[in-house]
Nanobody, 115 residues
Framework: QVQLVESGGGLVQPGGSLRLSCAAS????????MGWYRQAPGKQRELVAT???????GYADSVKGRFTIFRDNAKNTVYLQMNSLKPEHTAVYYC?????????WGQGSQVTVSS
């Protein structure tokens, strides 16, 4: 079992930045690929970014060049650095840990981009 706790969300003005954190516990963090997803009101949950066990990153086209995912295995934490935020980035952001048939989710962190 892996427990995931997100933090760092909040209200930010357009053009601003936020860094989300996801702290993992309960299992060996470095054994899992990690990802960030988001769900906007009235929309389906969508993939934002992933980082594999070996550190390979992947991004949705909509966030390339704007968001960065990185992990610190010593701190059992994965991060999502979000820059140049826009109102359309408003959503609940979820942390995900996966490996083979194992798949775990955090409770989500609200990000609101508004003036």
């Amino acid at each position: 079992q892996v427990q995931l706790v997100e933090s760092g969300g909040g209200l930010v003005q357009p053009g601003g930045s936020l860094r989300l954190s996801c702290a993992a516990s309960g299992s060996i963090f470095s054994n899992y690929h990690m990802g960030w997803y988001r769900q906007a009101p009235g929309k389906q949950r969508e993939l934002v970014a992933t980082i594999t066990i070996s550190g390979t990153r992947g991004y949705a086209d909509s966030v390339k060049g704007r968001f960065t995912i990185f992990r610190d295995n010593a701190k059992n934490t994965v991060y999502l650095q979000m820059n140049s935020l826009k109102p359309e980035h408003t959503a609940v952001y979820y942390c995900n840990a996966y490996y083979c048939n194992l798949n775990y989710w955090g409770q989500g962190s609200q990000v609101t981009v508004s003036s």
